[in-house]
């Protein structure tokens, strides 16, 4: 398998733009995760899903922030306007169910930079 | 809020030489994790302690947890420069279907020869 798939891997933008961000879970996950690491806050989860339903999306900062997973094979994290504070590395996991946390697996991650 | 505090933050280790990294934390989950991460890297999970008094060991790492003490450690043995990461102890509730997990700050460890 390979892994789960994050695009892009590095995404500069200005602020004020729409940004998507990407992932695709290993097949058979019934869980996916968001996650965002910065120097400041550390990491820390945004959303997650189970079986494409939101579970918990007491992480998203702020109405900026929107979340869907149409199928089990794609999820899309999105930050409509950006803003310079946004800019992290924002990692996908997914996790193969029962007890997520026990076998959870993280994307590359994407490096966004807003300007 | 679920607390998770790690120390050292920071720690250089000579080759050969045995560290500890300590993880606290704030609630009464006995649910514990520890992952690596190499620098513009993802995370690798390294651990999973899921009981009081759980030990696990990989090569020259040894993690345990203790419930009570809301305490896990992550002992080196023999560094190496290898182990050259950052280690991140997270922590979930320890409930049903409550799978949020909160990390530590991270140790950033350097082992020098």
């Known amino acids: 398998d390979a892994g789960v798939i994050q695009s892009p891997r590095h995404e500069v933008t200005e602020m004020g733009q729409e940004v998507t961000l990407r992932c695709k879970p290993i097949s058979g996950h019934d869980y996916l995760f968001w996650y965002r690491q910065t120097m400041m806050r550390g990491l820390e989860l945004l959303i997650y899903?189970?079986?494409?339903?939101?579970?918990?999306d007491s992480g998203m900062p702020e109405d900026r922030f929107s979340a869907k997973m149409p199928n089990a094979s794609f999820s899309t994290l999105k930050i409509q306007p950006s803003e310079p504070r946004d800019s992290a590395v924002y990692f996908c996991?997914?996790?193969?169910?029962?007890?997520?946390?026990?076998?959870?697996?993280f994307g590359s991650g994407t490096q966004l930079s807003v300007l | 809020e679920l607390k998770v505090e790690q120390n050292p933050l920071f720690l250089s280790m000579q080759e050969g030489k045995n560290y500890t990294i300590y993880c606290n934390y704030s609630?009464?989950?006995?649910?514990l994790y520890w992952y690596r991460q190499d620098p513009g890297k993802s995370l690798e999970s390294l651990f999973v302690l899921l009981s009081n008094g759980a030990v696990k060991q990989e090569g020259r790492l040894m993690a345990s947890l203790d419930t009570k003490a809301r305490l896990s450690t992550l002992h080196i043995t023999a560094a190496v420069h290898d182990l050259s990461a950052t280690y991140f102890c997270a922590v979930d509730s320890g409930t049903n279907n409550d799978y949020k997990l909160s990390f530590g700050a991270g140790t950033t460890v350097t082992v020098r020869a």
């Open positions: 899903f189970n079986n494409n339903v939101p579970i918990d």
């Open positions: 609630t009464t989950s006995d649910r």
């Open positions: 996991a997914s996790s193969p169910g029962l007890m997520p946390n026990e076998k959870l697996f």
